[in-house]
Nanobody
Framework: QVQLVESGGGLAQAGTSLTLSCAASGGTFSTYHIGWFRQAPGKEREFVAS?????????KYADSVKGRFTIARDNGKNTAYLQMNSLEPEDTAVYYC??????????????????WGQGTQVIVSS
């Protein structure tokens, strides 16, 4: 089972960019589908983006981030990324990456997700 560590969060001004990283260890990273999720204060965790395993040929995005965020993976570095552009105060949240060999778990059944990172805080000021 892969272990995940997020990094790259911090304080950003609205309109600027941040790139989050999700470093994996202890498993064969390329065999895992990866998802990014976020949880804002007082709200439930929500899906942000996903990328399929191996070549990452298929990606999905929440409507709220479509066109602004880009998910990517580098299997040689065992790392997934979330490039966040045109940040908005509404993007303020703790961001988590998740990994599972079953895409359905990432997209529809997060209770069954095999691995979660510890999260990285993103704060966007207006």
């Amino acid at each position: 089972q892969v272990q995940l560590v997020e990094s790259g969060g911090g304080l950003a001004q609205a309109g600027t960019s941040l790139t989050l990283s999700c470093a994996a260890s202890g498993g064969t990273f390329s065999t895992y589908h990866i998802g990014w999720f976020r949880q804002a204060p007082g709200k439930e965790r929500e899906f942000v983006a996903s990328i399929t395993r191996y070549t990452g040929g298929s990606t999905k995005y929440a409507d709220s981030v479509k066109g602004r965020f880009t998910i990517a993976r580098d299997n040689g570095k065992n790392t997934a990324y979330l490039q966040m552009n045109s940040l908005e105060p509404e993007d303020t949240a703790v961001y988590y990456c998740a990994a599972d060999t079953t895409l359905h778990h990432i997209l529809e059944d997060t209770v069954s997700v095999a691995s979660w990172g510890q999260g990285t805080q993103v704060i966007v000021s207006s």
